[in-house]
Each structure stands twice: as structure tokens, then as C-alpha cells.
């Protein structure tokens, strides 16, 4: 018999992931391949899953119904302004600031995560953030409001939520603003060529000094 807090946290994350599914568009056909069956390989990261009809990719927050790939969009788990040597880049616009934004989910489960409640929330109870509505538009407002002259996606992997971002750092690219990811390097040459016309600094992360993470 499953527990309690089984039982609770299954809730919990079915409604998680409703209210995640409101937050979510279709995938860009760059980064994705259709099987007759319904099946749909994703391009987005390095994992490359074979996400069956009903069923999530690795990093949970890519889902297929009825042979349609559905991906984050439209919202961001985290947000903050601040310097650019803290993402870290030190030889991109010294001194300025980055308005930066995070979605919920990782393709990485890693112990040791700075960014646990972001990016373990569709697997860890304990982890909590909220999910706010933006467009992109909104989100280069704040940027500008706040005086940054980039904007890059962090916090949770961006590579698995590329089309948001691309979405985003095309407005953010019209009103002279530069984008960076920062990443854990998990790619893939499909999602490298999408996002290349809109990512001026790319940093990937050195997650461990240990062979086996
Ligand atoms: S982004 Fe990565 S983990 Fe998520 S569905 Fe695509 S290949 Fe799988």
C-alpha cells in the first residue's frame, strides 16, 4: 500500500504539471523528430529521449499528447538582476548587469545543486518555486528598466527550454540587448544551430571534480 506522503506527493505533482502544461508551447520542429507511431525524439539536450505518446522526456518539463512535443514557454520559475560576474562572464560587458530567468526542471539531477528548488522541482517535494506568467516582451522591459544591458537564462538548465529563450532573446536582440545561456554543456548539434543566431555568451558550468558525477 503506498503511503501518505506517497500518495501526497503524487497530487502535488499532478498538479504541478497542470499548472506547468498551461505554461507550454508546441516544440520547434528544429529541435525535434516525428515517428509514424507518435513517438517524438527531442534534440534539446544531450539525453535525445524517445518521448513516447503520454509520456515525459528525462528532464519532465518536454511532454508528448498525441504526438505533439509540448515545451515550457510563457513563464519563469526565477528572476533576478544582477552582475554579470555572477554568472560568471568576466570578459562580457565588465561591470554591467544581466536581468536573468530561470523555468522549473533539469535534464541534471545533481546532489549538489545551487539551484535545487528551481531545478528538482518536478522531483523533489521539498522543492518549491512559483511559476509567473511573462511574455517576452515584459521581461525586456524589466531589463532595460533596471539598466541591463543583457539578458541570459540560468538558474535551471536553459537548453531544455531553448525555444522560450529564443523567444525572449529575439525581442531582447531588436532593442539592442545581448543574450547568454548558462549551462551545463549537455547539447546536442540541433539545439546548438537554434539557438547560435541569438546567443552572444554561452558559459558551461564545471559541475564536480570527481570522475563519477
Ligand atoms: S530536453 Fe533533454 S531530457 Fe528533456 S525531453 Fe528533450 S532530450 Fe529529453
Same mark, same amino acid.
Given at each position: 500500500?503506498?503511503?501518505? =506522503?506517497? $500518495?501526497?506527493?503524487? %497530487?502535488?505533482?499532478?498538479? $504541478?504539471?497542470?499548472?506547468?502544461?498551461? *505554461?507550454?508551447?508546441?516544440?520547434? =520542429?528544429?529541435?525535434? /523528430?516525428?515517428?509514424?507511431?507518435?513517438?517524438?525524439?527531442?534534440?534539446?539536450? &544531450?539525453?535525445?529521449?524517445?518521448?513516447?505518446?503520454?509520456?515525459?522526456?528525462?528532464?519532465?518539463?518536454?511532454?508528448?499528447?498525441?504526438? #505533439?512535443?509540448?515545451?515550457?514557454?510563457? *513563464?519563469? !520559475?526565477?528572476?533576478?538582476?544582477?552582475?554579470? =560576474?555572477?554568472?560568471?562572464?568576466?570578459?562580457?560587458? +565588465? &561591470?554591467?548587469?544581466?536581468?536573468?530567468? !530561470?523555468?522549473? @526542471?533539469?535534464?541534471?539531477?545533481?546532489? *549538489?545543486? #545551487?539551484?535545487?528548488?528551481?531545478? #528538482?522541482?518536478?522531483?523533489?517535494?521539498?522543492?518549491?518555486?512559483?511559476?509567473?506568467?511573462?511574455?517576452? /516582451?515584459?521581461?525586456?522591459?524589466?531589463?532595460? %528598466?533596471? &539598466?541591463?544591458?543583457?539578458?541570459?537564462?540560468?538558474?535551471? /538548465? +536553459?537548453?531544455?527550454?531553448? %525555444?522560450?529563450?529564443?523567444?525572449?532573446?529575439?525581442?531582447?536582440?531588436?532593442?539592442?540587448?545581448?543574450?547568454?545561456?548558462?549551462?551545463?554543456?549537455? @547539447?546536442?548539434?540541433?539545439?546548438?544551430? *537554434?539557438?547560435?543566431?541569438?546567443? /552572444?555568451?554561452?558559459?558551461?558550468?564545471?559541475?564536480?571534480?570527481?570522475?563519477?558525477?
Amino acid at each position: 500500500m503506498p503511503t501518505l =506522503e506517497v $500518495l501526497q506527493d503524487k %497530487e502535488r505533482l499532478q498538479s $504541478l504539471k497542470q499548472t506547468l502544461h498551461q *505554461y507550454s508551447a508546441p516544440a520547434a =520542429e528544429a529541435l525535434i /523528430e516525428r515517428h509514424p507511431n507518435g513517438d517524438i525524439r527531442c534534440f534539446a539536450c &544531450g539525453h535525445r529521449c524517445l518521448v513516447k505518446p503520454g509520456r515525459d522526456g528525462v528532464c519532465r518539463v518536454r511532454f508528448n499528447d498525441n504526438g #505533439q512535443l509540448w515545451v515550457p514557454h510563457g *513563464y519563469v !520559475g526565477a528572476l533576478a538582476c544582477d552582475p554579470i =560576474e555572477k554568472k560568471p562572464f568576466f570578459h562580457v560587458l +565588465p &561591470g554591467s548587469d544581466a536581468l536573468t530567468f !530561470g523555468m522549473l @526542471g533539469c535534464d541534471y539531477h545533481c546532489g *549538489y545543486c #545551487q539551484n535545487w528548488v528551481t531545478s #528538482q522541482m518536478l522531483r523533489d517535494p521539498k522543492a518549491v518555486a512559483p511559476a509567473r506568467r511573462f511574455t517576452p /516582451e515584459q521581461l525586456v522591459d524589466l531589463a532595460i %528598466e533596471n &539598466g541591463a544591458p543583457v539578458v541570459a537564462s540560468s538558474y535551471n /538548465e +536553459p537548453l531544455i527550454t531553448s %525555444e522560450w529563450a529564443v523567444d525572449v532573446f529575439k525581442v531582447a536582440r531588436s532593442r539592442g540587448l545581448k543574450c547568454a545561456y548558462i549551462s551545463n554543456g549537455n @547539447g546536442t548539434p540541433q539545439v546548438l544551430d *537554434y539557438i547560435r543566431p541569438y546567443v /552572444e555568451a554561452y558559459k558551461v558550468d564545471l559541475k564536480t571534480f570527481s570522475d563519477k558525477t
